[in-house]
């Protein structure tokens, strides 16, 4: 076979796996949460969250995607949150934070005027340019997977990762062998915003392969109260067995507006080996 051929038969070779990779990537990117979490946000958030003059009458809900997003992309007019009266509404605001560390940025803060009336948000769909952190296009996502405001925050995700992996140092203490980085539908806290204590903790029950449940060592949250507090939760394991799944007893990890958990459960995607 001649050289040059050759070369080009590679190259070819090269390009479609890459085409199939993004084609994949694509495939896999999906909208896992809406949480309308609290109605009438204080006046302040936006100016908190989104670096705007404080605006009533606003509404916060965070949007978790299944990929990393690049903040760079994200802008409100790439949102359309459709509402139960019909009506199609771009959010004021639309942001990573308070979700913005290494691990977390799959997050999406919208804000804006999403319950008018009697209205309720009933679906949110990407309907500009939007990219995952590798650069692979979000638009066209939607889902109509919206939690109402009575509801209780849910886990949507669950990864296993070394306590030494970028983004965990010092997050977990010495004897923790795994950590579980929990991602819920809406921000998490104790009761009336406390921080996360032993009752916590002991409702959080780990499977681990050798079938043994066991409590983590602590719960690691690295943005606690008083100030914003997003939907990430790090669960520090001291058994060595690889962690298949997490179950939450309901009624001890509060959203915003003081709205309990219900019992959740969600298999934990492996990080490690």
């Given amino acids: 076979m001649r050289p040059l051929l050759l070369l080009n038969l590679m190259l070819f070779s090269v390009i479609s796996y890459a085409q199939d990779s993004a084609r994949q990537g694509e495939l896999d990117a999906r909208i896992?949460?809406?949480?309308?979490?609290l109605a009438d946000i204080?006046?302040?958030?936006?100016?908190?969250?989104?670096?705007?003059p404080p605006t009533r009458n606003q509404d916060g809900m965070p949007v978790v995607f299944s990929v990393q997003v690049d903040s760079?992309?994200?802008?409100?007019?790439?949102?359309?949150?459709?509402?139960s009266s019909g009506e199609t509404v771009t959010p004021l605001c639309a942001t990573l934070r308070p979700a913005v560390e290494s691990l977390e940025q799959r997050t999406v803060l919208l804000i804006g005027a999403f319950s008018p009336d009697d209205s309720v948000p009933v679906s949110v769909e990407i309907v500009e340019q939007l990219e995952?952190?590798?650069g692979l296009s979000l638009l066209g996502l939607k889902s109509e997977n919206v939690t109402s405001l009575t509801a209780g925050p849910?886990?949507?995700?669950?990864?296993?990762?070394?306590?030494?992996?970028?983004?965990?140092?010092?997050?977990?203490?010495?004897?923790?062998?795994?950590?579980?980085?929990?991602?819920?539908d809406g921000g998490v806290t104790g009761p009336k915003g406390?921080?996360?204590?032993?009752e916590q903790r002991t409702a959080v029950s780990v499977l681990l392969q050798d079938g043994t449940s066991v409590n983590p060592l602590s719960l690691a949250d690295d943005d606690p109260p008083p100030g914003p507090t997003d939907n990430h939760i790090i669960a520090c394991i001291a058994e060595k067995s690889p962690a298949l799944s997490v179950n939450v007893s309901a009624?001890?990890?509060?959203d915003p507006g003081d709205d309990a958990n219900p019992d959740t459960r969600i298999d934990i995607s492996p990080k490690i080996n």
């Fill in 32 to 37: 896992l949460s809406i949480y309308h979490g």
């Fill in 42 to 52: 204080p006046p302040f958030a936006t100016q908190i969250f989104c670096e705007l």
């Fill in 72 to 83: 760079e992309t994200i802008t409100p007019n790439a949102f359309a949150v459709g509402l």
């Fill in 132 to 134: 995952d952190v590798n």
């Fill in 154 to 184: 849910s886990l949507v995700l669950a990864e296993r990762f070394k306590p030494s992996n970028s983004g965990l140092q010092g997050e977990c203490p010495e004897k923790t062998e795994q950590a579980v980085f929990m991602t819920w």
């Fill in 194 to 198: 406390a921080d996360l204590a032993e």
């Fill in 251 to 254: 009624g001890y990890f509060h």
